[in-house]
């Protein structure tokens, strides 16, 4: 399609457990950008890269956070040993540039239990 | 600290009356300025944007408006139509940043009663 898709849209997992969300932007889109969304709340920052290169990931809230854009499109945030406090919403959205509207996916919902 | 805030959880309106949603924002280096409709299960959408060598911004029943000497912006839906129920983010970000990193505040939730 030609909008941003992640996968999966839900997840569950049980504390301590591995996960691994996938986000394909756009095509053409340069930047991509990682978003946790806590319930009620909006959007916070977690990393932005420009091609593959993670140019900040100052929002990540652990070292059990890790992203990666190897080829320069599709994403992949993983989340090592996950805890209660992971639970949220994890949105993805690429643009053109840094700079420009930013466009977003539907979102993984992980429920840590 | 958050620099933008939404100070309205949520807004009631009627179908056809104006709904009116603020956003106030501390950092005065913030220079651009988005605003995004988002529905259930849904990433949030891009609406509308302005840059702070605006004051006002038009597209449709979207206008939004900047107060720079306030840090406040507002975003003007006229009419309200039942469609526009949703809850609706402001973003904003600094030029000066090497890139543009955008700050959200926590949202409004719109409905429209017919």
């Known amino acids: 399609g030609a909008g941003v898709s992640q996968s999966p849209r839900y997840k569950v997992a049980k504390r301590g457990q591995d996960v691994a969300l996938r986000c394909d932007p756009i095509?053409?889109?340069?930047?991509l950008f990682w978003y946790q969304q806590a319930l009620g709340q909006g959007p916070e920052f977690l990393t932005y890269?420009?091609?593959?290169?993670?140019?900040?990931k100052s929002g990540l809230p652990s070292d059990r956070f890790f992203a990666e854009r190897p080829e320069g499109s599709v994403s992949t945030l993983k989340i090592q040993r996950t805890q209660q406090e992971d639970s949220a919403v994890y949105l993805c959205?690429?643009?053109?540039?840094?700079?420009?509207?930013?466009?977003f996916g539907p979102g993984t919902r992980l429920t840590v239990l | 600290d958050q620099q933008v805030k939404q100070n309205s959880p949520s807004l009631s309106v009627q179908e056809g009356r104006i709904s009116i949603l603020n956003c106030d924002y501390t950092?005065?280096?913030?220079?651009?300025f988005l605003w995004y409709k988002k529905y259930p299960a849904e990433g949030p959408t891009f609406l509308i944007s302005?840059?702070?060598?605006?004051d006002k911004n038009e597209d449709g029943r979207f206008t939004v408006f900047l107060n720079k000497s306030a840090k406040h912006l507002s975003l003007h839906i006229v009419p309200s139509q039942p469609g526009d129920s949703a809850v609706y983010f402001c973003?904003?970000?600094?030029?000066?940043?090497?890139?543009?990193?955008?700050?959200f505040g926590a949202g409004t939730q719109v409905v429209v009663t017919p």
């Open positions: 973003a904003a970000s600094a030029s000066a940043d090497s890139w543009g990193k955008f700050q």
């Open positions: 959205a690429s643009s053109f540039t840094g700079r420009d509207t930013q466009y």
């Open positions: 950092n005065s280096m913030f220079d651009y």
């Open positions: 095509s053409g889109h340069v930047s």
């Open positions: 302005i840059s702070s060598i605006k």
């Open positions: 890269f420009q091609n593959e290169a993670q140019l900040d």
